[in-house]
């Protein structure tokens, strides 16, 4: 198989037009998917176009090796793994083929993202109808794949309803396009196919439920006459089993002009569901359940917090969506249901805000109910069934007495599709002994005959996979089965498209519900001694790799921070989730064998920028910056570590050493070829300037200044970061003069002090730790005092807030570190400081570990009292994030992720605008792109509104002496 396997590799690499990766670490990346299973793949092709996939496809026959083809990963079911050459479509073939506004219609390839789909139709007022929850990452070849469906399917109808043609290749090289009347498809298949709508034409009727979510199963029922003979619609939802979708023709709808939203609660998400059918003949464009676990685990997990104030009193709720082409036409459905259904607790929505962020909450379901604090691990398995809506409500009371029965009610939600009687839900299922597995399959065999008693499908919109696929007989019976095995006989006849999942030719069952466990009763992860505590994994970094769950949140392409790496590269193994993966691989061994010395790891942490967006972001607050930074603490343990660790590592000492001749060390760093010398010593990029050090330091100056004003409102120790105090010692000045106004008395730590940042960021923590044991002796009078510490860069602040507690969670004067710091907004804000009038457009980029750990909610509130026009740009990660961008090798990734949306947004602003940035990369990497901005420190604003009392003056810190970029080309190095 070896030998095999490099001659495909090979061969592949000679052929493709594409990446071809047959190493350890691709491999590892793709052997699962967002289900309970896992299976290490033969290799990994990512063809740049459709062409190349088909030469991938005609490579793999010729080896007889199997092929699955991929979308954005994220499939329940275990859809996504398996034995074969796993085709990538999302990096490259993402083309939109023709736009048909007329006809309606767009045709694409499969690996186009529906948001992006949906943003080059909207021009037309047009949209693809279905809208899963993963909308902003989802592939439309994943959607066609599964069947995929959505709130929004409750008006527009499934995948399979929305396809118009399919262009399809089978494993043994016939291509064809799949429609109505069967299209293109060759004389001999269209027969044999024809034969099968005749033979079992009466059997399909009578087992194919009629139910507006029957995902579950090959749709035969396409074939049959009265359905038009539609392969197109017969072939979604096959999971990648039956040919490889190398183009899709799909429906268009018309994007409602107009929203409105009216949401009602009941005591119970039973009394919920039996309020449905009375909703239905208003024809929303959605109806969700949601009950009072989801939002008790979403409040448990400080998710959606505003949106969750705005529901109505209940135990379960209906939200329920009208769309039209007037707002005066929506509200007026909307109140009409509401009067209509006036026995329940309602609120009526018109404002668009706050109907997106009601929508969040039941979007949120999956990454809601994984991981929830003090609840056991819940997976899916049995968390996509659908039944007829009249029935929902007993179908939900009958399951929920299935699942106390097994023990799994207390922790599992009840939430979904409503309106179309598709119940999502997490249940905490033992997958890792012999008992718990039985139990789980037994389990799932008998919610399987639940829902086939209730005439409903086992999958509603997620598919079947490994974990239903067993289980057909029991929905269709032995009769159909054999129907199942000709279908997929007609275009994989040798089984080699995902062979053993759903149905095998012979008869056999295919993969089983409890095979391929990605843990199973041979999970068992060491303990390794760790740096960090991960007191949310009970102390193991184990369970820290084993919390992503695969929703493919990091590989949205825009909105909020994460993955600023994965939107730079379009990598797998550069989003939260592949290197989730990999660390999970690493500490299971198997595929990664070598442990914290292994170069697969390593390789796609390197571009992992540690800005914590993930901590915020993903679903289930997966902390890469943290794992990046222990897993470098032991690769690099008793080694010879980057020149950028021991440049930029130990910045802060080498600062204090500047500090004795800034101006020479200025000169060295500002003149060639000197400051290349310097660059090429420290691991520093040719293209990067150096930010100049200050004449002076902020807290040498202010020592010989001493505190003054009042101190009214008491005292307050002001944290004199590195990057303020040797760098932009201006936001320091900035800072006291806004206190004292304030009314506050400053003083700062006795002694020089650091938080650690650095050596955190570069994987030292060893080092890491003994400074912040340093710090705690020189801030422990002001910490035992109660006096709060007051951060400026936002980043320091996140260590005292976040990190120095993870690495010491038991050290009482960390504890009292963490709990009494503070922004400077935060302290403003608290203390209920009116500020100065701010008359003026502001734009403010927050810092990402301010987003992260601290949040933008303070800023938001002070500027907003203050007057300011305030945008707050949603535009993600600078790019510089510390020593990532100043690093050798990452300058060309940094500046494409500032590129992605912050340089454009700051370009877009007002001229007259004044731009906010805390952190001193975000300041750093907006004046190094030379786009015209002087982005400010919000003291520097606080201070200069103050003091000059007047609008629109431009603050000092707008003639900041900034370094030229070097014009560093490839040709002149």
Same mark, same amino acid.
């Given at each position: 198989?070896?030998?095999?396997?490099?001659?495909?590799?090979?061969?592949?690499?000679?052929?493709?037009?594409?990446?071809?990766?047959?190493?350890?670490?691709?491999?590892?990346?793709?052997?699962?998917?967002?289900?309970?299973?896992?299976?290490?793949?033969?290799?990994?092709?990512?063809?740049?176009?459709?062409?190349?996939?088909?030469?991938?496809?005609?490579?793999?026959?010729?080896?007889?090796?199997?092929?699955?083809?991929?979308?954005?990963?994220?499939?329940?079911?275990?859809?996504?793994?398996?034995?074969?050459?796993?085709?990538?479509?999302?990096?490259?073939?993402?083309?939109?083929?023709?736009?048909?506004?007329?006809?309606?219609?767009?045709?694409?390839?499969?690996?186009?993202?529906?948001?992006? #789909?949906?943003?080059?139709?909207?021009?037309?007022?047009?949209?693809?109808?279905?809208?899963?929850?993963?909308?902003?990452?989802?592939?439309?070849?994943?959607?066609?794949?599964?069947?995929?469906?959505?709130?929004?399917?409750?008006?527009?109808?499934?995948?399979?309803?929305?396809?118009?043609?399919?262009?399809?290749?089978?494993?043994?090289?016939?291509?064809?396009?799949?429609?109505?009347?069967?299209?293109?498809?060759?004389?001999?298949?269209?027969?044999?196919?024809?034969?099968?709508?005749?033979?079992?034409?009466?059997?399909?009727?009578?087992?194919?439920?009629?139910?507006?979510?029957?995902?579950?199963?090959?749709?035969?029922?396409?074939?049959?006459?009265?359905?038009?003979?539609?392969?197109?619609?017969?072939?979604?939802?096959?999971?990648?089993?039956?040919?490889?979708?190398?183009?899709?023709?799909?429906?268009?709808?018309?994007?409602?002009?107009?929203?409105?939203?009216?949401?009602?609660?009941?005591?119970?998400?039973?009394?919920?569901?039996?309020?449905?059918?009375?909703?239905?003949?208003?024809?929303?464009?959605?109806?969700?359940?949601?009950?009072?676990?989801?939002?008790?685990?979403?409040?448990?997990?400080?998710?959606?917090?505003?949106?969750?104030?705005?529901?109505?009193?209940?135990?379960?709720?209906?939200?329920?969506?009208?769309?039209?082409?007037?707002?005066?036409?929506?509200?007026?459905?909307?109140?009409?249901?509401?009067?209509?259904?006036?026995?329940?607790?309602?609120?009526?929505?018109?404002?668009?805000?706050?109907?997106?962020?009601?929508?969040?909450?039941?979007?949120?379901?999956?990454?809601?109910?994984?991981?929830?604090?003090?609840?056991?691990?819940?997976?899916?398995?049995?968390?996509?069934?659908?039944?007829?809506?009249?029935?929902?409500?007993?179908?939900?009371?009958?399951?929920?007495?299935?699942?106390?029965?097994?023990?799994?009610?207390?922790?599992?939600?009840?939430?979904?599709?409503?309106?179309?009687?598709?119940?999502?839900?997490?249940?905490?299922?033992?997958?890792?002994?012999?008992?718990?597995?039985?139990?789980?399959?037994?389990?799932?065999?008998?919610?399987?005959?639940?829902?086939?008693?209730?005439?409903?499908? =086992?999958?509603?919109?997620?598919?079947?996979?490994?974990?239903?696929?067993?289980?057909?007989?029991?929905?269709?019976?032995?009769?159909?089965?054999?129907?199942?095995?000709?279908?997929?006989?007609?275009?994989?006849?040798?089984?080699?498209?995902?062979?053993?999942?759903?149905?095998?030719?012979?008869?056999?069952?295919?993969?089983?519900?409890?095979?391929?466990?990605?843990?199973?009763?041979?999970?068992?992860?060491?303990?390794?001694?760790?740096?960090?505590?991960?007191?949310?994994?009970?102390?193991?970094?184990?369970?820290?790799?084993?919390?992503?769950?695969?929703?493919?949140?990091?590989?949205?392409?825009?909105?909020?921070?994460?993955?600023?790496?994965?939107?730079?590269?379009?990598?797998?193994?550069?989003?939260?989730?592949?290197?989730?993966?990999?660390?999970?691989?690493?500490?299971?061994?198997?595929?990664?064998?070598?442990?914290?010395?292994?170069?697969?790891?390593?390789?796609?942490?390197?571009?992992?920028?540690?800005?914590?967006?993930?901590?915020?972001?993903?679903?289930?607050?997966?902390?890469?910056?943290?794992?990046?930074?222990?897993?470098?603490?032991?690769?690099?343990?008793?080694?010879?570590?980057?020149?950028?660790?021991?440049?930029?590592?130990?910045?802060?000492?080498?600062?204090?050493?500047?500090?004795?001749?800034?101006?020479?060390?200025?000169?060295?760093?500002?003149?060639?070829?000197?400051?290349?010398?310097?660059?090429?010593?420290?691991?520093?990029?040719?293209?990067?300037?150096?930010?100049?050090?200050?004449?002076?330091?902020?807290?040498?100056?202010?020592?010989?200044?001493?505190?003054?004003?009042?101190?009214?409102?008491?005292?307050?120790?002001?944290?004199?970061?590195?990057?303020?105090?040797?760098?932009?010692?201006?936001?320091?000045?900035?800072?006291?003069?806004?206190?004292?106004?304030?009314?506050?008395?400053?003083?700062?730590?006795?002694?020089?002090?650091?938080?650690?940042?650095?050596?955190?960021?570069?994987?030292?923590?060893?080092?890491?730790?003994?400074?912040?044991?340093?710090?705690?002796?020189?801030?422990?009078?002001?910490?035992?005092?109660?006096?709060?510490?007051?951060?400026?860069?936002?980043?320091?602040?996140?260590?005292?807030?976040?990190?120095?507690?993870?690495?010491?969670?038991?050290?009482?004067?960390?504890?009292?570190?963490?709990?009494?710091?503070?922004?400077?907004?935060?302290?403003?804000?608290?203390?209920?400081?009116?500020?100065?009038?701010?008359?003026?457009?502001?734009?403010?980029?927050?810092?990402?570990?301010?987003?992260?750990?601290?949040?933008?909610?303070?800023?938001?509130?002070?500027?907003?009292?203050?007057?300011?026009?305030?945008?707050?740009?949603?535009?993600?990660?600078?790019?510089?994030?510390?020593?990532?961008?100043?690093?050798?090798?990452?300058?060309?990734?940094?500046?494409?992720?500032?590129?992605?949306?912050?340089?454009?947004? #700051?370009?877009?602003?007002?001229?007259?605008?004044?731009?906010?940035?805390?952190?001193?990369?975000?300041?750093?990497?907006?004046?190094?792109?030379?786009?015209?901005?002087?982005?400010?420190?919000?003291?520097?604003?606080?201070?200069?509104?103050?003091?000059?009392?007047?609008?629109?003056? =431009?603050?000092?810190?707008?003639?900041?002496?900034?370094?030229?970029?070097?014009?560093?080309?490839?040709?002149?190095?």
């Amino acid at each position: 198989m070896a030998s095999r396997n490099l001659l495909l590799e090979s061969e592949l690499r000679r052929r493709v037009d594409g990446e071809v990766r047959f190493d350890d670490g691709s491999r590892a990346l793709y052997s699962t998917d967002a289900s309970n299973y896992r299976q290490v793949p033969v290799g990994v092709v990512v063809p740049r176009t459709v062409e190349a996939a088909m030469e991938a496809v005609a490579m793999c026959r010729e080896q007889d090796v199997p092929v699955l083809s991929r979308g954005g990963g994220t499939s329940l079911g275990g859809q996504c793994c398996n034995a074969a050459v796993v085709i990538d479509w999302s990096k490259y073939c993402d083309r939109i083929v023709e736009i048909d506004p007329d006809a309606k219609s767009v045709t694409v390839e499969p690996g186009i993202v529906l948001d992006t #789909l949906n943003a080059r139709v909207a021009e037309y007022d047009l949209m693809i109808g279905p809208r899963p929850a993963t909308h902003d990452h989802c592939t439309i070849g994943g959607m066609l794949g599964n069947n995929s469906c959505g709130s929004t399917a409750q008006a527009f109808g499934k995948m399979s309803d929305n396809v118009l043609g399919l262009d399809v290749l089978t494993y043994d090289g016939d291509r064809f396009w799949a429609g109505p009347g069967g299209g293109d498809v060759p004389a001999q298949m269209t027969a044999r196919l024809r034969s099968i709508a005749e033979r079992y034409g009466e059997e399909i009727r009578r087992r194919f439920p009629a139910i507006p979510r029957r995902v579950s199963g090959y749709n035969l029922d396409a074939l049959l006459p009265e359905n038009g003979f539609d392969l197109a619609n017969a072939l979604v939802g096959s999971e990648s089993t039956l040919v490889t979708i190398l183009r899709a023709r799909m429906r268009l709808v018309n994007r409602p002009k107009a929203r409105a939203m009216v949401v009602f609660g009941y005591p119970s998400i039973f009394e919920a569901a039996d309020a449905v059918p009375a909703i239905l003949p208003h024809k929303p464009l959605a109806l969700e359940g949601l009950d009072d676990k989801l939002i008790g685990f979403e409040k448990r997990k400080h998710l959606n917090a505003e949106a969750l104030r705005l529901l109505p009193e209940g135990a379960g709720w209906l939200i329920v969506q009208f769309g039209a082409d007037t707002q005066d036409e929506a509200d007026a459905r909307a109140r009409d249901l509401a009067e209509e259904l006036s026995h329940a607790a309602v609120r009526f929505f018109g404002d668009p805000r706050h109907e997106d962020e009601l929508w969040q909450i039941r979007e949120a379901g999956l990454g809601a109910t994984a991981w929830v604090p003090l609840e056991p691990d819940t997976w899916p398995g049995w968390e996509d069934s659908a039944v007829a809506p009249e029935d929902l409500g007993a179908y939900l009371r009958d399951l929920h007495r299935l699942q106390e029965e097994y023990g799994y009610a207390e922790a599992s939600t009840l939430y979904g599709h409503f309106g179309q009687a598709c119940v999502h839900t997490r249940m905490p299922f033992d997958l890792v002994t012999a008992e718990g597995i039985r139990k789980y399959r037994e389990f799932v065999e008998r919610a399987a005959d639940l829902a086939v008693s209730y005439n409903g499908s =086992l999958s509603g919109e997620h598919g079947d996979g490994q974990a239903r696929g067993e289980l057909w007989p029991t929905m269709f019976g032995p009769e159909l089965m054999p129907a199942f095995a000709e279908f997929k006989a007609v275009f994989d006849p040798r089984e080699r498209m995902s062979p053993g999942k759903l149905v095998r030719l012979s008869g056999d069952e295919p993969y089983r519900m409890d095979e391929n466990l990605r843990l199973g009763t041979d999970y068992a992860p060491p303990h390794l001694d760790t740096h960090f505590a991960y007191p949310h994994d009970r102390g193991s970094f184990a369970r820290a790799a084993l919390r992503c769950v695969g929703v493919g949140k990091c590989r949205r392409e825009e909105g909020g921070v994460m993955c600023p790496s994965y939107r730079a590269t379009r990598e797998e193994k550069h989003s939260t989730r592949g290197r989730a993966r990999l660390l999970f691989e690493m500490v299971n061994g198997g595929v990664i064998e070598d442990g914290w010395r292994s170069e697969a790891v390593m390789d796609a942490l390197d571009l992992c920028l540690a800005c914590k967006g993930c901590k915020s972001d993903c679903p289930v607050n997966v902390d890469m910056a943290t794992y990046k930074a222990e897993f470098m603490a032991h690769h690099y343990a008793g080694r010879l570590r980057p020149r950028a660790h021991y440049s930029m590592g130990w910045l802060p000492v080498w600062a204090r050493l500047a500090a004795l001749a800034p101006a020479l060390v200025n000169f060295i760093m500002g003149t060639p070829p000197l400051d290349e010398l310097v660059k090429r010593a420290g691991g520093i990029a040719l293209e990067r300037a150096l930010p100049p050090f200050a004449a002076a330091r902020f807290s040498r100056s202010y020592r010989r200044r001493g505190p003054r004003g009042d101190g009214h409102r008491g005292e307050v120790l002001l944290w004199p970061d590195t990057f303020m105090d040797n760098f932009h010692p201006e936001v320091g000045v900035a800072a006291v003069r806004v206190l004292e106004r304030a009314g506050f008395t400053v003083r700062l730590p006795r002694a020089a002090a650091c938080c650690g940042l650095t050596w955190i960021s570069t994987g030292q923590l060893g080092v890491a730790r003994k400074v912040i044991e340093r710090t705690l002796a020189v801030l422990r009078e002001e910490i035992r005092a109660g006096l709060p510490i007051v951060g400026l860069e936002p980043s320091c602040t996140a260590v005292f807030r976040s990190d120095a507690a993870e690495l010491m969670p038991h050290d009482l004067d960390v504890r009292r570190l963490r709990d009494q710091t503070r922004t400077l907004a935060e302290l403003l804000d608290e203390h209920g400081v009116e500020p100065p009038p701010m008359d003026r457009e502001v734009v403010a980029q927050p810092h990402c570990h301010q987003h992260a750990v601290m949040r933008f909610d303070a800023d938001r509130r002070l500027l907003e009292a203050a007057g300011a026009g305030l945008t707050v740009l949603d535009a993600g990660c600078c790019g510089l994030a510390g020593n990532f961008g100043f690093e050798d090798g990452h300058h060309a990734v940094s500046m494409a992720c500032a590129e992605d949306a912050l340089l454009p947004a #700051l370009r877009a602003a007002p001229p007259h605008a004044l731009v906010l940035a805390d952190g001193f990369s975000c300041r750093t990497q907006i004046e190094q792109a030379q786009i015209g901005r002087r982005p400010i420190h919000l003291a520097e604003a606080l201070d200069q509104a103050w003091r000059e009392a007047v609008s629109g003056a =431009l603050p000092q810190q707008a003639r900041r002496l900034m370094p030229v970029p070097a014009d560093r080309t490839s040709g002149s190095r």
